[in-house]
C-alpha cells in the first residue's frame, strides 16, 4: 500500500493562486500515475489534472490553461499549481496515485481549497 500525504490548500480570493502537493511513499514500480481529484459539496469527484511517470499530462476542461500538475520522480511527490482560481474551483481535494503494474491504486486525505471573496 502506497501512503498519500498531502499539503497545501486553505482559502483565497478569486483570481488568486494556490499550490498543493503530494508526496507517495511505499512499494511502487516505475510506472505511475499521479493525480488530483476534487469533490465539491453533493457532487461526485471528478479528475482535475493526472500525470504519468512518464510526464503525460490530462486535465480537465475547466481547468486547462489555469492549473499545471507536475511530478519529481525521484522524491516521490507531484504537485498541481492552481492560478486563475474561481470560487467553482473550491472543493476537496484529493492526491491520487495509481501504479500501472501492481494494479494498485491510494488516495490521500483530502485537503480543503475554498475560492471566496
Known amino acids: 500500500q502506497v501512503q498519500l500525504v498531502e499539503s497545501g490548500g486553505g482559502l483565497v480570493q478569486p483570481g488568486g493562486s494556490l499550490r498543493l502537493s503530494c508526496e507517495a511513499s511505499g512499494i511502487m514500480s516505475g510506472i505511475t500515475y499521479m493525480g488530483w481529484y476534487r469533490q465539491a459539496p453533493g457532487k461526485q469527484r471528478d479528475l482535475v489534472a493526472r500525470?504519468?511517470?512518464?510526464?503525460?499530462?490530462t486535465y480537465a476542461d475547466s481547468v486547462k490553461g489555469r492549473f499545471t500538475i507536475s511530478r519529481d520522480n525521484a522524491k516521490n511527490t507531484a504537485s498541481l499549481q492552481m492560478n486563475s482560481l474561481k470560487p467553482e474551483d473550491t472543493a476537496v481535494y484529493y492526491c491520487?496515485?495509481?501504479?500501472?503494474?501492481?494494479?494498485?491504486?491510494?488516495w490521500g486525505q483530502g485537503t480543503q481549497v475554498t475560492v471566496s471573496s
Open positions: 500525470i504519468t511517470s512518464g510526464g503525460a499530462t
Open positions: 491520487n496515485f495509481f501504479d500501472v503494474l501492481l494494479l494498485k491504486e491510494s
